[in-house]
């Protein structure tokens, strides 16, 4: 089964609190409690399996919203037997954006995305963590991210929620935060779960110094190499996606197979 849901927002933490149902010593509580910024309604499509879930996972689209591609995505891991909620990045400016992929398309999502700030990203995901765990018994989540949303999954990964992190070509990483900030990749020494970087060596949106940034940031958060890893991968940026012109089917298939070991091994 899988359909439209709306998540309501959490309740609003007073001044100087973190809200009650926002754990205490997540960033998002932390972001919460510094800058009083709380969820949203978040207009999610949900995708659940049609036997007892496996595992649950939130999945976060590209610039474009939570288009077809993305819808499919969260039904093809709930085929595989995990309970998925594909997640809004621009629950503020776009709650109900779905874009293609024309030039015009990525201009207009590209405007939401500098809108957007890791406070309010954490702050929905946060809710949106809650809410899957509560719906499918979860303890721990997944979280799979493309594109921005892989940039966006990096930052979950600091949710205590979150056990395993696909991030998909997240781009920026290295040298920015989403609305400012030290670079995402300092949240890795907060990451208790496991992080899989899968990115493209054509990529032009992540050069070799960002990729080396990258690799060296995750070996230094885990020296043992047990719980993160960078896949690098004979392909462009989007090679996931059919709808996109970079689409690598040979590249996609051991990314899918990739995320799925990951989840397998994790949830």
């Known amino acids: 089964m899988a359909e439209w849901i709306t998540l309501p927002a959490a309740p609003a933490a007073a001044p100087g609190l973190v809200a009650a149902d926002r754990p205490a010593g997540s960033l998002a509580g932390e972001q919460a409690q510094r800058t009083g910024v709380v969820s949203v309604p978040l207009r999610c499509w949900w995708a659940a ?47 109900a954006l779905e874009l293609g992929y024309s030039a015009d398309d990525l201009a207009e999502g590209r405007s939401h995305k500098d809108r957007t700030s890791s406070a309010e990203l954490l702050a929905d995901l946060d809710v949106a963590c809650q809410w899957l765990q509560e719906r499918t018994g979860a303890g721990l989540l997944g979280c799979v991210g493309f594109c921005f949303g892989g940039h966006a999954a990096l ?22 935060r989403p609305g400012g900030g030290p670079p995402t990749l300092e949240v890795l020494p907060e990451v208790t779960g496991r992080v899989w970087c899968f990115c493209g060596r054509r990529d032009p949106l992540m050069p070799a110094a960002e990729l080396a940034a990258i690799g060296a940031a995750l070996r230094q958060a885990d020296p043992a190499g047990g719980r993160h890893r960078l896949i690098e991968l004979e392909a462009g940026h989007g090679f996931m996606c059919e709808a996109r012109p970079d689409h690598d089917p040979v590249a996609a298939a051991a990314g899918w197979r990739g995320m799925l070991e990951l989840f397998a091994t994790t949830l």
């Open 49 to 95: 399996p049609a036997q007892p879930a496996r595992g649950a996972i939130l999945v976060l689209p590209e610039v474009f919203g939570i288009n077809a591609w993305v819808r499919s995505v969260a039904d093809r891991l709930a085929l595989e037997g995990y309970a998925a909620l594909a997640v809004p990045l621009f629950a503020r400016s776009a709650p």
């Open 155 to 176: 930052l979950a990964a600091s949710l205590p929620q979150i056990a395993a992190t696909a991030d998909f070509y997240g781009a920026g990483v290295a040298s920015g």
